[in-house]
């Protein structure tokens, strides 16, 4: 899995490098019954020259330093496929590279067998990215050039090698996108009673739960249990799942990343996600409410999130989770 991909970061501890960033995303496409209008080309993106077949690795080039104001798309190739809007899950191959240096910083891999999975949520995902899949059918190769107020803002990236002016170039193949589904505001299925010993949960009106720990050892091994039961499609593994969560360590009963705060929910892979946060949700149908007490082998043992001091090697975890839609 790519580094844009695979990288966990905060917020949330679950969610992806990709969720959470600075600037305004397009509402091209977000109603399936209106026609759906791309992000328009430019002469920036018209100075990127690609080269190759849809699905194989491309040849790029580009003069450097190559910057824009705003994200520009050019079509390299248009799909026959569905088209990709707001709300549709999709596989994607890219390639991305520092706009300034022209240095490669990331990709996928090409072909099917290399595509990654992800909701095409214009409040999870940085804006640029929405701008440049948005509206392409599948089938389509498309470039982009993506400045830093619709990437990483001010806050640049320094794993990916990506300062606060840089801009960034995106080669990317939809391999596939599905129509879009309507999530839940909240889980709604039917209640079940917490398991001896787990922390107590008090639901507020709009759904969003206060967590309270016991004064008690944590467990050692991952616990999983049911608060509401849904009765919506199945969550299989590697499915792309949006939900609300709130997270709280259990040593210092403290929350330390709740997506009802920020208002928006989470949308992501189980395989994109901490190891025990993946496990509690495969197999469970949307309009469930699940909670689950993650130890630290199946949480940050190996690699603490750097940008959260409130999480160790050593934190149990525990995540009260809403399940509102899954692809």
């Not at 018209?46 to 699905?55: D, E, S």
């Not at 149990?316 to 692809?327: H, K, M, N, P, Y």
Request: net charge positive; charged share 15%; glycine share 10%.
């Amino acid at each position: 899995m790519s580094k844009l991909l695979s990288t966990i970061a905060l917020a949330g501890v679950i969610a992806l490098t990709l969720v959470g960033c600075s600037g305004t995303a397009s509402t091209n496409g977000n109603t399936a019954s209106t026609a759906c209008v791309g992000t328009k080309a430019g002469d920036n993106s018209a100075k990127i020259k690609v080269t190759g077949k849809f699905g194989a690795d491309p040849t790029v080039t580009f003069t450097t330093p190559l910057t824009s104001k705003t994200t520009e798309r050019t079509v390299v190739t248009k799909g026959s496929g569905t088209v990709a809007r707001s709300g549709s899950a999709v596989t994607l191959n890219y390639a991305v590279y520092n706009a300034t240096t022209g240095k490669q910083i990331d990709t996928t891999g090409f072909g099917s067998a290399n595509a990654q999975p992800l909701t095409l949520d214009e409040k999870s995902i940085i804006p640029g990215l929405y701008k440049a899949v948005a509206c392409a059918p599948a089938g389509s190769r498309v470039d982009a050039v993506i400045p830093p107020v619709d990437a990483f803002g001010t806050a640049g990236s320094a794993s990916l090698g990506i300062s606060a002016t840089d801009s960034i170039v995106f080669v990317i193949d939809v391999v596939t996108a599905t129509k879009p589904i309507k999530a839940l505001a909240k889980a709604n299925g039917t209640s079940q009673p917490a398991p001896t010993g787990y922390p107590t949960v008090k639901l507020a009106k709009d759904g969003s739960p206060t967590i309270t720990i016991p004064k008690t050892a944590p467990p050692t091994t991952l616990k999983i249990a049911d608060l509401k039961k849904g009765t919506g499609a199945t969550v299989k593994d590697g499915a792309s799942v949006t939900v609300h969560y709130t997270g709280v360590v259990w040593e210092t009963g403290k929350t330390f990343d709740s997506s009802w705060t920020r208002g928006t929910p989470a949308t992501f892979t189980t395989s994109g996600v901490i190891p025990g946060f993946g496990k509690a949700l495969v197999g469970q149908k949307v309009g469930s409410q699940v909670i689950a007490i993650i130890p630290p082998a199946d949480g940050y043992a190996a690699a603490p999130p750097a940008n959260q001091t409130d999480i160790t090697a050593t934190s149990t975890l525990v995540f009260v989770v809403d399940i509102l839609a899954t692809q």
